[in-house]
Nanobody, 124 residues
């Protein structure tokens, strides 16, 4: 099993940047495929990005491609999401998630472990 704790959210002006972190417990973090999702009020949970266990494969939602970068440090059991050129529509609670099977996917149902989320608010 793996426990996930997100941090780094906050309030930022449009055009600004934030870096989210997700600290994972457990010795098998390096074997998990990881994902970032977000959920805005009144909306369904939305895929943001996913990364393979080796970081050799990364996939992004079209809405964040070119602005967000996902990375991981398996030695530190930490996942990151660098968010640049933020827009008001990026406002949401951001969650990291883990799945024990390979191949990054945008389907939240494939992820068995979730953090508690961190709020990101982008003002116009």
């Amino acid at each position: 099993q793996v426990q996930l704790v997100e941090s780094g959210g906050g309030l930022v002006q449009a055009g600004g940047s934030l870096r989210l972190s997700c600290a994972a417990s457990g010795r098998t973090f390096s074997t998990y495929t990881m994902g970032w999702f977000r959920q805005a009020p009144g909306k369904e949970r939305e895929f943001v990005a996913a990364i393979s266990w080796s970081a050799g494969e990364t996939t992004y939602a079209d809405s964040v491609k070119g602005r967000f970068t996902m990375s991981r440090d398996n030695a530190e059991n930490t996942l990151y999401l660098q968010m640049n050129s933020l827009k008001p529509e990026d406002t949401a609670v951001y969650y990291c998630a883990a799945k024990s099977t390979p191949f990054p996917t945008s389907n939240p149902l494939r992820y068995g472990y979730w953090g508690q989320g961190t709020q990101v608010t982008v003002s116009s």
